[in-house]
Nanobody
Framework: QVQLVESGGGLVDPGGSLRLSCAASTSIQDYLVIAWFRQAPGKEREAVSCFDGVDRTTYYADSVKGRFTVSGDSATNTIYLQMSSLKPEDTGVYYC??????????????????????WGQGTQVTVSS
C-alpha cells in the first residue's frame, strides 16, 4: 500500500504561481511513478504531469507545458508540482496518483487514470481575481 497526501493548494491570482506537494509513504525510488491529475467542476479528471522516481523522467500535458514543472525529492519521498503563469482554467481539485513498476507501454499510457493504483484525497486550486 502507498499513502499519498497532497498539500499546497489555495487561491491565486491569474498569472500567479503555486507549488503543490505530494508526500508518499514509501520510497519514490522503489519503482514508484507519481502523477498529478486535476478535475475542474463539471469536467472529467485529466492528467497534468508525471514523475518517475527511478530515472526521473517527466511527462506533461500539452496544456501545461512550459508553465508547470514536476520534480521529486527522494530524501523526503515528496513530489512537487510548481505551477506558474496560472490561468482560470487551471482551477480544480489536484490529485496525486501512484503506480509501482508500470508496464513497458507507460510512455504512451501515462495519462490514463486506470494506470494508477493509489490516489490521494486532493487539494483545491482556484485561480481567480
Amino acid at each position: 500500500q502507498v499513502q499519498l497526501v497532497e498539500s499546497g493548494g489555495g487561491l491565486v491570482d491569474p498569472g500567479g504561481s503555486l507549488r503543490l506537494s505530494c508526500a508518499a509513504s514509501t520510497s519514490i525510488q522503489d519503482y514508484l511513478v507519481i502523477a498529478w491529475f486535476r478535475q475542474a467542476p463539471g469536467k472529467e479528471r485529466e492528467a497534468v504531469s508525471c514523475f518517475d522516481g527511478v530515472d526521473r523522467t517527466t511527462y506533461y500535458a500539452d496544456s501545461v507545458k512550459g508553465r508547470f514543472t514536476v520534480s521529486g525529492d527522494s530524501a523526503t519521498n515528496t513530489i512537487y508540482l510548481q505551477m506558474s503563469s496560472l490561468k482560470p482554467e487551471d482551477t480544480g481539485v489536484y490529485y496525486c496518483a501512484a503506480v509501482r513498476n508500470p508496464g513497458s507501454s507507460f510512455y504512451y499510457t501515462w495519462a490514463r487514470e486506470t494506470e494508477y493504483d493509489y490516489w490521494g484525497q486532493g487539494t483545491q486550486v482556484t485561480v481567480s481575481s
